[in-house]
Structures are given as structure tokens and as C-alpha cells.
């Protein structure tokens, strides 16, 4: 979480007004790497997704500690995010994730991996219209099992600050 979303998510500000999506699996990191790819490919669709994203270290529930967003390019993060091997899934620390939007606050998405390589974790939170769109997508493209309930109670049930 950085300064510009912490307000948004006390407030329940977009894009915390919606619903939040989370795969209730543990994946590997290959698996991480490709429903990452997926997730944006449809919110890019679906959403827009402007040519810089705003990147950051999210450590909402690890610690609560609130970070600072940096603008990277979206074409070079949707190649870099592509890639297993890439830094994006190095260990960071325990549920310290990459939480990724742009600036029309469209989504906010959250992945990363646990303590282990088989530990990925992925979440976004948008409209209830998009998230139903991502479950759907999730579940023929991987089979993989998703959650969906409201992004304002998620990210306050899972506050460790």
C-alpha cells in the first residue's frame, strides 16, 4: 500500500469500493507468472490500462508500513511480469507482495510469493462486473479456485498495521 491508497482504502474509495478477487491457492511460480499475465490481459481489456503503471511494495499484511509508488513503463513491467524467472517473484518477505495500478484507479492488483516457491499469491480488487470476468477466466484457463468478497473488508480484515 502506498500514500495515495491508504486514504482511498479507509474512505472505501475506488478501488476499494468494489470487489476484491484472490486465487485461495497456493501456486508456483510458473503458474504465478502466467495468471499475473492473464489478470492484466483482461484488465486491460476490460479496464484500460494507461501506458505507466505506479509499482509498490505492499506491505499491508506484513506490518501495515505504507510505501512509495514508482511509475514504471506498462509495456516493459507486462514483458518483465511475463517471465517466471523474473525478479518480480523474488522473495520479498512474508505477505509483503508487488501491488500494481494506474492512475485511473481502475484496479489494484497484488501478487507475490511466499516463503516458498509454491507459495505465489494473487489478488485484485475492482468492480464486482470485472472481478466475476477474472474468476471465470481463472477458472477455464487454470482451474485454480478463487474467493470474491468486498476489497474495503479484505484489505481491513487482513491489516497487520
Not at 509498490?56 to 510505501?67: A, F, I, K, M, R
Request: proline residues 3%; aromatic residues 12%; negative net charge.
Amino acid at each position: 500500500m502506498d500514500q495515495r491508497l491508504l486514504p482511498r482504502w479507509q474512505k472505501g474509495e475506488q478501488p476499494f469500493d468494489g470487489s476484491a478477487l484472490w486465487v485461495n491457492t497456493d501456486l508456483p511460480r510458473s503458474t504465478l507468472a502466467e495468471v499475473v499475465s492473464c489478470v492484466l490481459a483482461l484488465l486491460a481489456e476490460k479496464v484500460g490500462v494507461a501506458e505507466h503503471l505506479l509499482v509498490n511494495e505492499d506491505w499491508h499484511n506484513h506490518d501495515g508500513y505504507v510505501t512509495s509508488a514508482a511509475e514504471v513503463s506498462t509495456a516493459v513491467f507486462l514483458r518483465e511480469v511475463s517471465a517466471p524467472d523474473s525478479t518480480w517473484y523474488q522473495l520479498k518477505d512474508t505477505f509483503v507482495y508487488w501491488g500494481v495500478y494506474d492512475q485511473s484507479l481502475g484496479f489494484y492488483l497484488r501478487f507475490g510469493m511466499g516463503d516458498e516457491d509454491e507459495a505465489g499469491y494473487c489478488e485484485v480488487s475492482t468492480t464486482q462486473e470485472i472481478a466475476l470476468l477474472l474468476a471465470a477466466e481463472l477458472k477455464r484457463r487454470f482451474d485454480i479456485p478463487t474467493e470474491i468478497e468486498s476489497a474495503k473488508e479484505l484489505f481491513d480484515r487482513t491489516c497487520a498495521g
